[in-house]
């Protein structure tokens, strides 16, 4: 059977134990899901790239629900606890798991978005204005990305590869510029 024909459910891993918990499972022949993004923070001094879970402390688990019993899953070495509503794991959409996959490389490492258009609001993720959320201005024809980015109250404009921005949920960060009323 599938991983796409399962149901898949939350769990939650110990702290430090994403790799114990993720192994643990699979020895238990329960697929995981595990999305990751990569990040750039200040540290030291200098700006460092690192790969980070995508939900920190949590896995996606393919469960097959007329199968084995998901209690097993709560005495993994490694995880919490399932996320339950009640006496039942929470089930998480298909649909849901099947998108963030596609997002992401065979590693679980989301891809930077494929497709921008202006007005777009995205949030860059690499160099000096990592974390910052910009608005898509213009796409120039080698790939490099105009935004406009508020500093102090001023609006800048600056160039970034699309590989360094992920583009923002609609209305997770105020509305957007290109929205008519």
Same mark, same amino acid.
């Given at each position: 059977m599938s991983c796409m024909s399962k149901t898949w459910i939350l769990a939650e891993m110990?702290?430090?134990c994403r790799f114990m918990a993720e192994a643990n499972?699979?020895? &238990?022949?329960?697929?995981?899901?595990?999305p990751l993004e990569e990040v750039t923070a200040r540290s030291g001094g200098r700006f460092v790239t690192t790969v980070r879970p995508l939900f920190p402390g949590y896995v996606f688990v393919a469960?097959? #629900?007329?199968?084995s019993r998901w209690q097993t899953i709560?005495?993994?070495y490694g995880i919490k606890r399932v996320?339950?509503?009640?006496? #039942?794991p929470a089930i998480v959409p298909l649909s849901v798991v099947a998108q963030l996959m596609l997002r992401c490389d065979r590693d679980g490492k989301l891809l930077p978005p494929r497709l921008l258009s202006p007005g777009d609001r995205v949030r860059l993720t690499s160099g000096?204005? #990592?974390?910052?959320? #910009?608005?898509? &201005?213009?796409i120039a024809p080698d790939r490099r990305i105009w935004v406009l980015l508020e500093l102090m109250g001023v609006r800048t404009r600056l160039s970034a590869p699309v590989e360094g921005m992920r583009l923002v949920a609609q209305g997770a960060a105020g509305s957007s510029p290109s929205a008519s009323s």
């Open positions: 110990k702290r430090g499972l699979r020895r &238990q022949r329960y697929s995981t899901f595990l469960h097959d #629900a007329g199968g709560n005495s993994t996320v339950t509503f009640g006496d #039942a000096p204005f #990592a974390d910052f959320v #910009a608005t898509v &201005q213009e």
